[in-house]
Nanobody, 116 residues
Framework: QVQLVESGGGLVQPGGSLRLSCAASGSFFRINSMSWYRQAPGKQRELVATITPGGSTNYADSVKGRFTISRDNAKNTMYLQMSSLKPEDTAVYYC??????????WGQGTQVTVSS
């Protein structure tokens, strides 16, 4: 069973940058698809970015060109580098691990607030 812990959230001004981390326990990290989701107040949770075990990536249109997802299998850690942040990026950000059998594990979330 994978356990996930997010970190790196905080308060940042518009146009600023943050890097989120998702540390995973367990020995199957490298074969799982990993994703970042976010949920803003009053809104549904939405997919931000996904990275496959082979390193292929996919992004929501709203973050393309601004966010970069990556993973370090040696460290069992996934990252989300966020740049040119906008107030509408304010949300709780969650990481998700999905096995080949489509079993999902979620982290507890980390708050990102973009405000001047």
């Amino acid at each position: 069973q994978v356990q996930l812990v997010e970190s790196g959230g905080g308060l940042v001004q518009p146009g600023g940058s943050l890097r989120l981390s998702c540390a995973a326990s367990g020995s199957f990290f490298r074969i799982n698809s990993m994703s970042w989701y976010r949920q803003a107040p009053g809104k549904q949770r939405e997919l931000v970015a996904t990275i496959t075990p082979g390193g292929s990536t996919n992004y929501a249109d709203s973050v393309k060109g601004r966010f970069t997802i990556s993973r370090d299998n040696a460290k069992n850690t996934m990252y989300l580098q966020m740049s040119s942040l906008k107030p509408e990026d304010t949300a709780v950000y969650y990481c998700r691990s999905r096995t080949r059998g489509l079993d999902d594990t979620w982290g507890q979330g980390t708050q990102v607030t973009v405000s001047s």
